[in-house]
């Protein structure tokens, strides 16, 4: 070995030996695993998780870590690496979980595999290799669903882009006619290609679109948001390769990053709480030796388990129905009925004839020398047929509008850009051992909107073996009218003439209805496209497991806490105003009929509210504790908020609008008063309405917008606009004399002070109500309401009271009177005045007499009494005289009927002394 050779390894191995402890590793077993604690731990290393664990490492900051329960995916595995061998990729091999299904009651109680990827890059290592990004109404009705407009198709796009980069095909030819490359991204992770090898089929399928056009019109790209038609298959191909999640998110150049671990063949059990909490931080997990240890994310777990494993690990946590929890043993930590529910699945059944052609991939399956030289060619060159999918086109289409089916169930689509059914082209026989002769093509169709939903539980016997999986294939009667629609569409596909010749016969000659049913029910599958076990609702939904940020919502003090407040605001203020209604009880029980009704009336409403929010409280807190679906429910609050809320609160408002007719004479003012006060209470009883259709909390937010705005922000407005007149026609009803101006600005202070409560309180609520659609907080004003208004009301009619010795006794600022006999006038401000004449000589002799008179001057209210003064030397001038002598005389009029001789209307209290007697 010469020196400078030498040399060069020295130094190469100090590099090595320096860069070494840097790099991240991905461990065959958690024994090599030495870290307890991480920033973020990803719980499954499958096409989700690996897209994460990217992106997060991505700041040198932050530490991550993968926990991957199945095997790597460059070790043995070229059924996963060569494309075309995608169907020896699972089920029964190691890159298999090896799941199977539940007796299928559509499927003649048939059990069948249910292939999910047991490897790093989970199912996107094993899959078939499609790729679709689905239609732009699929991506939109998600986010009209959610509530979350980061879900549509438009949102997505960036995200899009950034996961994809269309490569050439590895024959090179010209991409434009087959597809639009414009639509793809280019500069991505994961690489997708359209076909490289030819296929008999290729030509005619394109002709089909020609000669069928009418039913099977060309689509020049269905990844463009528009998917109906028949187009080009772009498939997850990069350089003749399958392009996994594996292959390109977790590359060695993102893989090798020093604060990110990966960790294969470690089964994950469970995610443990931190105490008395529902936040959860550690991850339990155990080896392949059977050991179990924990790591912390000190910031977050992501469980990217899939959607067979996602339900198996939030089960063993405790997060689930509590009644299955307790038939398996576990503790409920968080009680969540959708876990493991609302399972989705395509089926798909294919159908397979006999062709003219010997190019088929038969030819391969029954010469082993033909089947070692495509496999030669492409690992020498990457070219062949092995370097393309099973399919090089596939089909979206749609039954019929007038199909009768729709006379019995709504369509499942997300709308009418979206497909029913999908369907698939293969140059041989798919899914089945060819017999000893002849050559096959298969067309398979594939439900794509299935109405059936299905579910994932445990296994009593053994919760951390394999989960019970019911996907319910062709479990309702849409769905198997689509599919029998599907077969039949396939036929039609054929009978166009570029297939005459090539075509021979059906291997399977089902015709009659009965005959193709029972084709379907023998023979369909799935082709593995599991969704909806963990699924994605919007925020509080009544089910789902996680909101729009999927997050699963543990922090339940966030949705219970707003309601726990708005019971005992709600209570608390009901016993101020049983205290109110007994003070008024016992100190006016003269008052007007109509004011008696409106205060009982008020009272006996606000007690019905409070029964109810009583009753709902122990529903939610008492026999449906720790249930988040009846957490979310309306109840009765639908009735107990809304409408009795707006009906209090109009009753209130009339009674301001009257008296402001009274203090102004203004029928345009009281009228706008009563106007807006009706419209609030009407949007109000529309609300509430709305609420027990709907009979979910967050849902009714998003839907009962305008409604809501018209009944809270019409309560503000209508509170502002009668806290503001009021103020001003009561310091013009000053006279200022003392006990008047003591009792005018005791009346502006509580109307300002209880008007700007209510309306403050409305306003509140409403912009909680618009702005904060994650958490119920506009449930605390919104409880607390209907009870102000009638405080605020009982304030004001109560305020007429006076407690000898208190500070608002009028008695203590009172002038010295010049003698005893006198008159007073008691006010009441908000019914009659009380006059009072007591032991009055009266003589006609002359005016200084202290004589007084009464008049009928209706000022166009043949109703009222008036009672005209002038004031002279300290006496009363007599113009018209009634005599009283020796005797008492009492007489009410309302408040308007009072006038000086100037004519200024006021409420008082007169106190003045009879000079001559």
């Known amino acids: 070995m010469t020196t400078s050779t030498f040399l060069r390894r020295f130094v190469a191995l100090l590099v090595i030996a320096a860069v070494a402890p840097c790099l991240a590793l991905i461990h065959d077993d958690s024994s090599t695993l030495h870290k307890a604690q991480y920033d973020f731990v990803v719980v499954g290393g499958g096409t989700a998780g690996l897209v994460v664990a990217n992106r997060l490492s991505e700041s040198p900051e932050v530490s991550v870590l993968v926990i991957e329960g199945g095997v790597s995916n460059t070790k043995d595995a070229l059924n996963i690496q060569v494309p075309f061998f995608c169907t020896k990729a699972t089920p029964d091999t190691p890159f298999d979980w090896n799941y199977s299904t539940t007796p299928q009651e559509a499927l003649l109680n048939r059990s069948i595999p249910y292939r999910r990827g047991h490897v790093l890059g989970g199912s996107s290592s094993t899959n078939f290799l499609a790729y679709n990004r689905g239609p732009s109404d699929d991506w939109d009705r998600i986010a009209a669903f959610t509530g979350d407009d980061g879900w549509s198709w438009e949102k997505l796009q960036p995200y899009i882009l950034r996961n994809e980069i269309l490569t050439r095909s590895m024959d090179g030819h010209d991409i434009s006619p087959q ?22 089929l290729d030509n005619r399928v394109i002709r089909t679109t020609e000669e069928l056009k009418h039913d099977f019109p060309f689509n020049h790209d269905m990844n463009s948001g528009f998917h109906l038609g028949i187009g080009w298959q772009v498939s997850t191909i990069r350089n003749g390769s399958r392009s996994s999640a594996a292959t390109s998110y977790m590359a060695s150049q993102y893989a090798n990053r020093k604060n990110l671990d990966v960790v294969l063949n470690t089964k994950v059990t469970r995610v443990i709480p931190e105490a008395n909490s529902t936040t959860f931080k550690t991850v339990e997990y155990v080896s392949t030796s059977g050991q179990k240890n924990q790591v912390t994310a000190k910031k977050e777990i992501i469980l990217s388990a899939g959607s067979i494993g996602t339900v198996q690990v939030l089960t063993l946590s405790g997060i689930a129905d509590p009644e299955n929890l307790s038939q398996l043993g576990i503790e409920s930590v968080l009680n969540n009925p959708s876990v493991g529910q609302n399972l989705s699945d395509h089926p798909i059944v294919g159908q397979s004839w006999f062709v003219n052609d010997t190019h088929t991939w038969e030819a391969a399956a029954r010469n082993a020398t033909i089947a070692a030289e495509q496999l030669r060619e492409w690992k020498t060159s990457r070219t062949g047929p092995l370097t393309d999918a099973l399919g090089n086109h596939q089909g979206w289409l749609r039954i019929q509008k007038n199909s009768s089916i729709f006379e019995q169930y709504s369509d499942p689509s997300a709308g009418p850009d979206a497909a029913h059914y999908e369907i698939i082209f293969a140059n041989g026989l798919n899914f089945a051992t060819p017999p000893p002769t002849g050559n096959f093509m298969t067309i398979s169709t594939v439900v794509v909107s299935p109405s059936a939903r299905g579910s994932v539980h445990l296994n009593a016997s053994d919760p951390l073996g394999n989960p019970i999986i019911n996907p319910n294939l062709l479990g309702h009667d849409f769905d198997m009218f689509v599919m029998r629609k599907a077969v039949l569409s396939a036929r039609h596909f054929l009978t166009a003439p570029v297939w005459s010749d090539y075509v021979l016969s059906p291997l399977v000659n089902a015709t009659t209805d009965e005959e193709i049913d029972a084709f379907i029910r023998n023979n369909t599958r799935t082709i593995f496209h599991p969704v909806g076990t963990a699924a994605m609702t919007s925020e509080h939904s009544g089910y789902g497991v996680v909101n729009p940020d999927l997050k699963i919502p543990a922090e339940i003090a966030k949705i219970a806490g707003p309601l726990v407040i708005g019971y005992i605001l709600n209570s608390v203020l009901y016993g101020i105003l049983l205290l109110q209604v007994y003070m008024y009880y016992m100190a006016f029980p003269k008052d007007r009929l109509v004011l008696k009704m409106l205060v009982y009336g008020c ?17 939610i807190f008492g026999s449906g504790f720790g249930d988040m679906g009846n957490l979310r429910k309306m109840h009765l609050a639908g009735l107990s908020v809304p409408i009795i809320t707006g009906l209090i609160s109009c009753a209130v408002q009339n009674f301001y609008a009257y008296q402001l007719y009274i203090l102004s004479n203004s029928r345009v003012l009281s009228l706008i008063i009563s106007s807006v006060a009706l419209v609030q209470c009407t949007g109000a009883v529309v609300q509430g309405v709305f609420a027990f259709k709907i009979d979910n909390l967050a849902t009714l937010q998003s839907r009962t917008f305008i409604e809501c705005t018209i009944w809270l922000a019409g309560s503000a407005l209508c509170d502002i606009i009668i806290a503001v007149s009021m103020t001003l026609f009561l310091v013009k009803s000053d006279t200022g004399l003392r006990r008047t101006h003591a009792i005018i600005r005791k009346l502006i202070r509580l109307t300002i002070e209880t008007g700007s409560a209510t309306a403050t309180v409305a306003f509140i609520d409403c912009v909680l109500f618009l702005t904060v659609q994650s958490y119920p907080y506009h449930t605390v004003p919104a409880r607390c309401l209907g009870k102000l208004y009638s405080n605020t009301l009982m304030a004001i009619l109560n305020s007429r009271m006076r407690i000898p010795g ?12 010049a003698s005893p006999r006198d008159y007073h006038c008691y006010d009441d401000p908000w019914g009659t005045i009380d006059l009072n004449f007591t032991t009055m000589r009266s003589r006609r002799e002359s005016s200084n007499r202290g004589t007084f008179s009464l008049s009928r001057t209706g000022q166009g209210r043949s109703d009222i009494n008036t009672m005209s003064m002038s004031m002279s030397a300290g006496s009363i001038d007599v113009t018209d005289g009634i005599h009283v002598t020796k005797e008492t005389w009492s007489r009410s009029i309302p408040v308007s009927a009072l006038t000086s001789k100037k004519g200024t209307r006021h409420s008082v209290a007169i106190r003045e002394s009879m000079v001559n007697q």
């Not at 009272?603 to 529903?619: P, Y």
């Open 806 to 817: 208190s500070r608002e006794d009028p008695e203590l600022h009172s002038t010295s009177i």
């Open 603 to 619: 009272f006996i409403l606000d007690t019905a509210q409070t029964v109810m929010n009583i009753a709902d409280a122990f529903s």
């Open 179 to 200: 597809i639009i490359p414009s639509v793809h991204g280019h500069s991505g992770m994961n690489g997708d290609s359209l076909a490289s090898y030819p296929t008999p």
